[in-house]
């Protein structure tokens, strides 16, 4: 029996093997292309035949979706006094961390009149912060491109389900453009945008993070941030990064909006700890395509 996206895909002309309809479907759920418009359908059904990237794209991701679940619970923290058993704990972990953060915040707004307490519980309820990638391309990530696409696929459906906003910001030495989608919906026009760029160059590191601090200082919520940086690990300015001025920048933004960085780096043997001593979690993707 032919499903809905079969049944669709059947109003072109040109033929699809069965491995590219289950690409199509994967991307239908990740990107949650439902949504769209029947044109908007027709538009990325058609780009899907036309782009060679978004196919391998979609390869990739595939591939690499039985092991995605992996790498989420597995990312090893690069804190030793953050680094816990598996994912799951993880993320209980920075459950209570934030909690007790909130709570201390509404007793410290708290105020008394009489006999009277006036609590504002309306500090409380969090909306979600945003989500933001940093994908470094570059002349030595060329060869990375697909794949490190391929894996942000999957978190336009975390943000979605979660009401987050999601940027993707491609840097070399400086940033040209950056993509937002609002909650995690899709973009056609900034989504082709983004698997289409490419650049070439080296990669500075500073410039990204002063920018995804811009990002957060624009968005002015009390909320957490996820930072997600993809990089081939040697910046040319890293050594910048254990600066006091880049300390202190960085210190401030996991204080003031909760920031949480990881880093997804090409090879580990390129990943200098020491400089990127403000990430929260570290994984390498070699470790994913060996």
């Known amino acids: 029996m032919k499903d ?30 439902e949504e769209l418009s029947e044109g908007e359908q027709h ?10 990237p978004l196919r391998n794209m979609a390869a990739f991701a595939l591939e690499l979706a ?15 006094a953050e680094r816990l058993a598996n994912g799951h704990e993880q993320y209980l972990y920075y459950e209570r961390k934030w909690s007790e ?3 201390q915040k509404l007793k410290q707004q708290t105020t008394k009149s009489g006999n009277i307490f006036y609590v504002p519980f309306h500090e409380y309820q969090q909306e979600p912060g945003p989500m933001i990638i940093c994908l470094e391309q570059t002349t030595g990530m ?8 391929s894996m942000i696929l999957p978190l336009f459906m975390n943000a979605h389900r979660e009401g987050r906003d999601l940027y993707i910001v491609p840097y070399d030495r400086q940033i040209h453009v950056h993509y937002r989608f ?6 056609l026009a900034d989504f082709k945008s983004f698997i289409e760029y490419k650049t070439q160059g080296e990669a500075a590191i500073l410039p990204v993070l002063q920018f995804v601090k811009a990002l957060l200082q624009e968005n002015q919520l009390d909320a957490e941030a996820d930072v997600i940086i993809f990089t ?35 090879h580990e043997h390129n990943f200098n700890k020491q400089q990127f001593w403000f990430a929260n979690k570290a994984f390498f993707a070699d470790d994913a395509i060996q």
Do not use: W
């Open 43 to 52: 538009y990325f059904i058609d780009y899907f035949f036309k782009s060679e």
């Open 142 to 149: 060329a060869a990375y491109s697909d794949l490190c696409k």
């Open 232 to 266: 081939e690990g040697a910046p040319i300015d890293g050594q910048h990064l254990v600066t006091k001025q880049a300390r202190t920048m960085l210190e401030e933004m996991k204080r003031k909006y909760h920031a949480e960085f990881s880093v997804i780096a090409m």
């Open 66 to 80: 039985d092991i995605m679940h992996e790498i989420r619970e597995n990312i090893p923290a690069i804190e030793k």
């Open 101 to 103: 953060l909130r709570r």
């Open 182 to 187: 609002e909650n995690g919906h899709l973009n």
């Open 4 to 33: 809905a996206i079969e049944t669709f895909i059947e109003q072109f002309d040109q033929q699809m093997s069965n491995e590219q309809l289950d690409y199509l479907r994967f991307l239908y759920k990740n990107l949650h292309l």
